[in-house]
């Protein structure tokens, strides 16, 4: 594998089906440009005499759009940014911890992410889609699933307040997961 050189940006973005790291070569002298998502070559464009402009592809299982904009900032520096969905990803964060939970644990010596989507109340661990089952309880909904050889289960009860609206509580052996913060 040849060395990047030309390495100009790096991103850690959390998606539901996991943590993708984005790399970016902008070859200042050539035009080249070269994408990485996950180590692996999404683009590769050599000879571009169009120094700034906009590199468009997806990432992870969801195929989530994203896209590096060049912009010129002074004489031959140059500014990346990365937008997912159309948001800066600053912005795409910020609304991603809205709409998702997200728990890191560790059952039998192995990590797992659990991620839930609070609009679909989609399950995703380790980057798969979970099977799910819902159920209306006294106070509020329970989502059952299963990791290896471990019942788990998503509490959703309201909070009694309207600005903190639900609480989803993650449950694994009967034992509370706290949250993780990404």
């Known amino acids: 594998l040849e060395k990047m050189t030309d390495l100009v940006a790096v991103w850690e973005v959390a998606l539901s089906d996991g943590v993708h790291k984005i790399e970016f070569e902008h070859g200042t002298t050539s035009g080249k440009r070269v994408v990485y998502v996950d180590g692996k070559e999404e683009i590769r464009r050599e000879w571009m005499f169009k120094l700034v402009g906009k590199e468009t592809f997806t990432v992870g299982a969801t195929k989530t759009k994203a896209a590096i904009n060049i912009d010129a900032v002074s004489g031959f520096a140059y500014?990346?940014?990365?937008?997912?969905?159309?948001?800066?990803?600053?912005?795409y964060l910020e609304n991603r911890l809205k709409t998702t939970n997200t728990w890191?644990?560790?059952?039998?010596?192995?990590?797992?992410?659990?991620?839930?989507?609070?609009?679909?109340?989609?399950v995703w661990c380790n980057g798969q889609k979970m099977e799910t089952a819902g159920e209306f309880?006294?106070?509020?909904?329970?989502?059952?699933?299963?990791?290896?050889?471990?019942?788990?289960?998503?509490?959703?009860?309201?909070?009694?307040?309207?600005?903190?609206?639900?609480?989803?509580?993650?449950?694994v052996n009967n034992r509370e997961i706290p949250e993780a913060v990404e």
């Open 79 to 91: 500014e990346y940014t990365l937008e997912i969905n159309g948001k800066s990803l600053k912005k």
């Open 104 to 122: 890191i644990l560790s059952l039998d010596g192995t990590d797992y992410r659990v991620v839930l989507e609070k609009d679909t109340m989609d």
């Open 137 to 171: 309880v006294e106070d509020g909904t329970e989502t059952h699933f299963t990791v290896g050889d471990h019942s788990c289960c998503i509490k959703a009860v309201s909070s009694g307040k309207r600005k903190e609206g639900i609480i989803h509580t993650l449950i």
